[in-house]
């Protein structure tokens, strides 16, 4: 039998997944990572992508992640995943748009930000493609 | 017949008035049952992070964070303050209040000034007539809160701390005990309070992915927006339990009353018709 660790997936506001696990692969800021049992420990900043999960049995199943934080432990891994797509400049804006509303003043937003809306969300749409696209790939065999 | 006839239209405005606080009772039950199964959900992630930030705070990274960092001296003061959007739900937004201006009012003994995020209507409300440089402010989000829409204000806050323009937060809030107690709640946020040390077997490092400022920095930014989403959900929990206890106290006042008030209808109907009979008979026996 295949040696294997304890993943937990949560977010913010709801628990995604828990059990028992063989394989991870995520993709972490300096590219993909793939952790195996007894895996140093590790805390790594987690890229919007999917997370690929191979279950006890081996099974895969596809987690998709807007972000967040890997961490490795010796006696399991924690997810924990952003609840949405998290770039700098759409946290600013949103930290502006709170200011605004206490000045009770709303002007009207520059186009650098919603440019980099729409990249983040451009980004997130491919992310959430591809996870689906290897979801069906893995049901179809 | 004029009294017992205003009693009538007495007790029919009471009695419309006990089914809406009885259908406000209900819904609020229905409502808290969900937000308390939001709060459950939104546990997993609390606990696993604090397990993440104890195990740095043992594995001892030579990055000191500034959110672990007490600061020497204070001036100014940082308060974000929870509360619901609409009233009617007893004393609870009252309660957390007048906490809050009593340590407010401490603070400001102190020499320290302070800088307000308010969340919810009712504390927007409050702090107009209060007093207060309100830095940021969101409402109206609803019976399902997301953490999504609480970013921005944290941010403020978070950023004010980095910047050293408040030297302290405090999170304020009414915490869910049970149906029947909603614990009004100020905590201190940042500087994060030292974590207990467990005992440590070994002696280690974890491999940082870009690097530890980095992680540790996104690390500590989830956590205090994690305690944020938290206290709002378990704001969301408290006000309908407060409203549910208040409402049904409303009904059981409006059901007394419309007791007492169909006693004292039956009493003037039975001395109307009494005294109908004797003039009927006093008239009989004259003739």
């Known amino acids: 039998m ?22 991870i692969a995520a993709r ?11 895996h140093t420990p590790l805390l790594a900043q987690l890229q919007p992508g999917e997370i690929r999960v191979k279950v006890e049995g081996g099974e895969e199943q596809f987690f998709y992640v807007s972000g967040g934080i890997l961490e490795v432990q010796p006696d399991g891994v924690t997810v924990l995943a952003d609840t949405a797509v998290r770039a700098k400049d759409l946290d600013e804006a949103a930290a502006q748009a709170a200011k605004q509303r206490a000045e009770e003043a709303l002007k009207n937003r520059s ?19 591809r996870a689906i696209q290897n979801l069906r790939k893995a049901l179809g065999r | 017949m004029a009294g017992a ?16 606080t009885r259908a406000m009772e209900m819904v609020s039950t229905s409502k808290m049952r969900s937000a308390q199964a939001r709060m459950q959900a939104a546990r997993p992630y609390a606990e696993k992070i604090r397990q993440v930030i104890s195990h740095l705070a043992l594995a001892n990274p030579e990055y000191k964070h500034p959110f672990l960092q007490p600061r020497t001296t204070e001036r100014r003061v940082g308060y974000i303050v929870v509360s619901s959007d ?28 302070l800088d307000i995020v308010a969340i919810g209507n009712k504390a927007i409300q409050f702090f107009k007539r209060f007093g207060g440089n309100v830095v940021a402010q969101t409402s109206h989000l609803g019976d399902t809160p997301h953490l999504t829409d609480l970013i921005g204000t944290i941010k403020v ?13 405090v999170l304020c809030y009414n915490r869910f005990v049970n149906t ?32 530890s400022p980095e992680v540790l920095d996104q690390l500590l930014t989830r956590y205090v927006e994690s305690l ?9 929990a408290s006000e309908h339990a407060a409203r549910m206890v208040a409402m049904k106290a409303a009904s059981d006042n409006a059901g007394n009353l419309i007791d007492e008030l169909q006693l004292a209808y039956n009493k003037a109907r039975q001395a109307a018709i009494t005294k109908e009979l004797s003039e009927i008979v006093g008239g009989a026996a004259a003739v």
């Open chain 2, 157 to 169: 806050m978070l950023d004010a701390y980095r910047e050293e323009r408040i030297d302290r937060l």
């Open chain 1, 111 to 129: 186009s650098d930000l919603d440019y980099a809306k729409a990249q983040a969300e451009l980004a997130a749409a491919v992310a959430q493609l």
């Open chain 1, 28 to 38: 972490a800021t300096g590219g993909e990572i793939g952790i195996l049992p007894r």
């Open chain 2, 86 to 113: 609409r009233g009617l739900a007893g004393g609870l937004n009252t309660n957390l209040f007048r906490q809050i201006a009593a340590a407010a009012a401490k603070d400001r003994q102190a020499g320290l000034e």
């Open chain 2, 228 to 236: 944020v989403y938290q206290a709002v959900v378990e704001n969301v």
């Open chain 1, 2 to 23: 295949a040696m294997t660790m304890q993943l937990d997936i949560v977010s913010a506001e709801t628990s995604l997944f828990s059990g028992k696990v063989e394989f």
């Open chain 2, 180 to 211: 029947m107690t909603q614990a009004p709640t100020l905590e201190q946020v940042l500087p994060l309070p030292a974590a207990q040390v467990i005992d440590r077997k070994h002696s280690w490092d974890y491999l940082y992915e870009p690097s």
């Open chain 2, 5 to 20: 006839k205003e009693i009538r239209t007495q007790i029919k405005s009471i009695k419309s008035t006990q089914k809406i």
